[in-house]
């Protein structure tokens, strides 16, 4: 036994001198979303477009980008109305909306498409009124004004939309309306 260790021992110090391999990898969590660009996109290339971005509720949450149609802008889209800006209505898979990765759609979409950064706008319903709200706290210097429907949060760092005009939907009445002349659409 002594005469196997002593002809394995140098091997297992060749071992233990080799160092450690890595290597890079990463991890993709997917986000699939409904878009709807405006007539005339493709013609100026040089122009940049205005950019709703709309969170859904809690009843179109899944895999299924279709439910997503059932409210908001895209409901209307369908139907047939054109809009003057960008429209993008992401779907998330799992309840509740996560600020992190709707903000990195959002970097995703600036780079992707040409969109005015003074004029990005981010509304959501019910689920995606608490969406909405998280993510402009966390990132209020993104955003031209917001529209939270149905929508509540944690007002711990509301004061970081001191800039940000919201109006605020619940019902059929809008609780404060923002008067936003300095960033037309």
């Known amino acids: 036994m002594k005469k196997l260790f002593l002809s394995i021992a140098p091997l297992l110090l060749l071992q233990l001198a080799v160092k450690a391999q890595q290597t890079a990898e990463k991890f993709v969590i997917e986000t699939k979303y409904l878009l709807a660009l405006p007539e005339g996109y493709s013609a100026d ?70 969109v005015d950064n003074d004029r990005i706008y981010l509304t959501g319903l019910s689920m995606g009124g608490f969406g909405t709200w998280a993510l402009a706290i966390k990132h209020p210097e993104e955003f031209a004004a917001i529209a939270p429907i149905c929508g509540g949060g944690d007002t711990t760092d509301i004061w970081k939309l001191r800039y940000t005009p919201p109006g605020v939907f619940t019902g059929q009445k809008m609780m404060w309306s923002p008067s936003v002349t300095a960033k037309k659409w």
């Open 45 to 114: 290339t040089a122009q940049r477009w205005p950019l709703l971005i709309f969170l859904h509720g809690a009843g179109e949450t899944g895999t299924d980008i279709n439910k997503v149609k059932a409210h908001g802008p895209a409901k209307l889209i369908e139907a047939g109305k054109k809009y003057p800006f960008i429209v993008v209505s992401p779907q998330t898979s799992t309840y509740g909306w996560q600020p992190d990765q709707v903000y990195q759609l959002l970097l995703n979409l600036k780079k992707q498409y040409r």
